[in-house]
């Protein structure tokens, strides 16, 4: 059960750390320095991770060669969204609105790419619940 939720807890959890740090970033600073700098932060704490969480018996340089196109593609997107939302706050988006969009909008977007890429169904509960998120944006979003 526990390796079950304990990746949704981190998630959560490092979401909550994210969106305030990046609401907290100084506007005087770098974008791009700031970012580096996180990237420095996140490194050290996956280089710390791999003691925790070794690759299964594996050597470290198997699992380098297992990476794909896909890992440097998971980069792109990480510093495409992390600058994204700093962005996003600098303009004066708020807190309690910008994650929410941003991921009722990519949610949306997901839809037709799984179904199309991955197979995936969407069930007539499933649709209910993209109408409820669709219905709560609209209401978070309201001044």
Do not use: D
Not at 55 to 66: Q, Y
Not at 78 to 92: D, S
Not at 109 to 129: C, D, H, Q, T, Y
């Amino acid at each position: 059960m526990r390796a079950f939720y304990l990746p949704i807890v981190l998630t959560i959890g490092g979401n909550l750390l994210y969106h305030l740090a990046q609401k907290s970033i100084p506007q005087t600073a770098n974008p791009m320095i700031t970012l580096l700098l996180a990237y420095a932060a996140g490194m050290a704490v996956c280089a710390l991770g791999v003691v925790f969480y070794p690759a299964a018996g594996k050597p470290l340089m198997a699992s380098v060669r297992e990476a794909n196109w896909a890992v440097v593609a998971v980069g792109l997107g990480a510093a495409t969204i992390e600058i994204g939302f700093l962005l996003a706050y600098r303009a004066g988006w708020r807190l309690s609105t910008a994650a929410v969009t941003s991921s009722v909008a990519v949610t949306l977007l997901f839809i037709p790419l799984g179904i199309l890429l991955f197979k995936e169904r969407l069930s007539l509960w499933n649709a209910v619940g993209v109408l409820f998120c669709l219905a709560g944006l609209l209401l978070v979003s309201q001044k």
